[in-house]
């Protein structure tokens, strides 16, 4: 994949479509590709926090900050790979795992109610007080039956999160 | 009502900042009332833990967001693909650049030389004659955008009353490119205000710019927009100044969209006369996408194509009405541009290009999931 050109060969193409499992097609990723090389303003290659910043509507999202530390400094092949949890072929099961992942920012496999008021405190800022933020978060954990201690997987997680609430769809505009 | 006790959910916050609806309203819509369950029990965490439609807002600002399609040059389609067309577009190259390139330029430089040697005697010689000397001047400078013009025959339709000049009175326009400048100046010679550019843009500015009685600024100095706003409203208060140009944007943008306008023309309690300004993109795009090309850059693209073809709309005045702010007058008379001129309205400040957005957006974001965990936890335990 020629980083300084902004065409991708027919083969570049179908070795992305295997690589995120078939879930875009191939006018997707040229689309995605195009987007990758705009937002990558000096051809790099990968895409700088900066430079993701430089979206405002980007910038003013709560999860920003925790998002770029797994967006920062992808190349074309993982920026795909991520997005693709929110393309409408994605499966739940997959979309819940991009869920998990940004809660479970130290990659050990659990999410403790220390995590989720990690995701709380950015969601909330400073309109919550931690006190409110503990109370509504244990209230949670022991209405479904885990404690306050608990450590919550990924199979958790499935179980948990409801298939049918979950919004997770973006259209990716091809011409 | 018994209901809502265990469904918080995070609603589908908007990020364009929508003026008609009052967030809590926006929320309420979206509270969710679930008949009791068997998970019902888990509901609670399970609305807590859904992030998705944050999540989703950021993938989709990722994916593209319309910041972004405001400065974005698009290409023009390729029509010079095939066994007849081709030739037909090298002999198109070989005339512009060989024939209508080396003219163009002639006939600017000698614009130029024309200007030069007429401007600065009048501007030296006549010191005492200030009225004549001035008028002397705005027609030189009318002359040499005559010649910018010319240098890229530029096909402009001009619709509606040519300015006058009157007191209390200021313009607005939609921006492209420091080349709506040349071509509003060509026909009136306005007072504009600029930011301050290097090279030999910065010279133009120095003398006959500022004999026309322009306003520079520089977008980076915080304290010059009290400055700045001080010296316009000097200038619409002087009756001898030159009718005042401003571009509320801040910024060119592609001319397929218009960004939020600054309100510093609209409270100057004057009356607004709009400018429409479109560009036909058939022979060249006209947009100067400042962080791809030096403007020398772009001026040589433009007179290297066959023509610049524009529709300038002058509109009728506005004032600011009785219980209107001006920052709704600002939005109401960008309507109006953007409606004549047929391009699309965003919600987004030109100056995002330069600076980050403000924390307050963000806090909004915050506080807005802030209140559905408040209100739950309120109805838990009233």
């Known amino acids: 994949m020629g980083n300084s050109s902004s065409m991708l060969t027919q083969y570049d193409l179908e070795e992305l479509q295997t690589h995120c499992q078939g879930i875009f097609s191939q006018r997707e990723i040229v689309a995605l590709y195009e987007r990758f090389c705009a937002l990558d303003r000096t051809g790099k290659g990968f895409i700088l926090s900066d430079e993701f910043m430089a979206v405002p509507e980007f910038a003013l999202n709560p999860l920003a900050e925790r998002l770029l530390r797994t967006l920062e400094g992808v190349n074309f092949k993982e920026f795909i790979t991520l997005l693709s949890a929110f393309s409408a072929r994605a499966s739940y099961e997959h979309k819940v795992e991009f869920i998990f992942r940004v809660y479970d920012s130290d990659r050990n496999g659990k999410v403790t109610m220390y995590d989720i008021l990690e995701v709380l405190r950015d969601l909330s800022g400073s309109f919550l007080t931690d006190d409110q933020r503990k109370q509504v978060v244990i209230q949670a954990l022991e209405e479904a039956g885990f404690s306050e201690d608990s450590a919550l997987t990924y199979q958790d997680f499935l179980e948990v999160l409801n298939k049918a609430g979950l919004k997770m769809e973006v259209e990716v505009p091809v011409d | 009502m018994s209901h809502e006790k265990n469904t918080i959910r995070y609603p589908r916050v908007e990020s364009e900042m929508d003026f008609s609806r009052d967030p809590l309203e926006v929320l309420e819509a979206e509270l969710v009332m679930e008949p009791p369950k068997s998970e019902l029990t888990k509901m609670l965490l399970s609305n807590l833990l859904d992030i998705s439609p944050i999540l989703n807002e950021a993938a989709s600002a990722i ?209 607004v006369y709009p400018i429409a300004m479109k560009y036909n993109k058939i022979f060249v795009d006209a947009f100067w996408n400042s962080r791809k090309q030096s403007f020398t850059q772009h001026l040589l693209r433009l007179m290297t194509s066959w023509a610049v073809v524009c529709d300038v709309w002058y509109m009728e005045p506005q004032t600011i009405l009785p219980d209107e702010t001006p920052i709704e007058f600002a939005e109401r008379v960008r309507n109006l541009i953007g409606e004549r001129a047929g391009i699309k309205m965003v919600p987004w400040d030109g100056y995002l290009k330069y600076q980050r957005p403000s924390p307050k957006l963000k806090q909004k974001k915050q506080q807005e999931l802030a209140q559905v965990i408040i209100r739950h936890l309120e109805e838990k335990f009233a």
């Open chain 2, 63 to 271: 994916i593209d967001d319309s910041f972004t399609r405001c400065f974005k040059s698009n290409p023009p389609e390729r029509w010079n693909w095939n066994i007849y067309l081709f030739p037909l577009w090298c002999l198109g190259v070989v005339i512009r650049y060989g024939i209508l390139f080396p003219v163009r330029l002639l006939l600017l430089t000698g614009g130029w030389l024309i200007f030069l040697a007429c401007f600065y005697p009048v501007h030296n010689l006549l010191k005492d004659h200030d009225k004549l000397r001035r008028k002397l001047e705005r027609g030189l400078v009318e002359f040499l955008c005559g010649a910018f013009v010319a240098s890229w025959t530029g096909v402009i339709k001009y619709h509606g009353p040519r300015p006058t000049s009157r007191p209390k009175q200021v313009f607005v326009a939609n921006h492209t490119s420091m080349i709506d400048f040349i071509i509003l100046e060509q026909t009136t010679a306005f007072a504009c205000i600029m930011q301050k550019h290097p090279g030999w843009v910065g010279w133009l500015q120095t003398l006959p710019l500022d004999s026309l009685g322009c306003i520079m600024f520089n977008r980076n100095e915080a304290q010059d927009r009290l400055l700045v706003a001080k010296k316009l409203r000097e200038h619409v208060e002087n009756p001898e100044s030159n009718p005042l140009l401003i571009f509320p944007e801040g910024t060119c943008v592609n001319n397929e969209y218009v960004v939020m306008f600054k309100k510093g023309a609209f409270e100057l309690g004057c009356t």
